[in-house]
């Protein structure tokens, strides 16, 4: 009984791929307005433009930003602002 269930099995398995490769292979058809699409781009050639000078302008640079000076009683300030009492919230 056991050989007659695996030789079933088989011959079923056997009838499936047979069915599956048989409907995988199908006809390709070419796609027309591809193929005239890729003829076309392949034949364009692009015409060269002629470039006109006159809209360009020369580079000129910004000037350097200044250096800042610095304050004089600067180490007072900064004493000052040591002195102060810190706000702590709660």
């Known amino acids: ?9 088989t011959a079923i398995k056997a ?5 599956r490769s048989f409907s995988v292979a199908s006809v390709q058809q070419k796609d027309v307005v591809q193929e005239l699409y890729l003829k076309e781009l392949k034949g364009y050639k692009p015409t060269a433009t002629k ?21 004089a009683d600067l180490a007072q300030q900064l004493a000052a602002y040591d002195k102060e009492p810190e706000e702590v919230s709660q």
Do not use: H
């Open 1 to 9: 009984m056991l050989a007659r269930i695996a030789t079933r099995s």
């Open 15 to 19: 009838r499936s791929m047979a069915v």
């Open 51 to 71: 470039v006109d000078e006159s809209q360009v302008k020369d580079l000129k640079l910004p000037a350097a930003p200044a250096v800042p000076e610095v304050d």
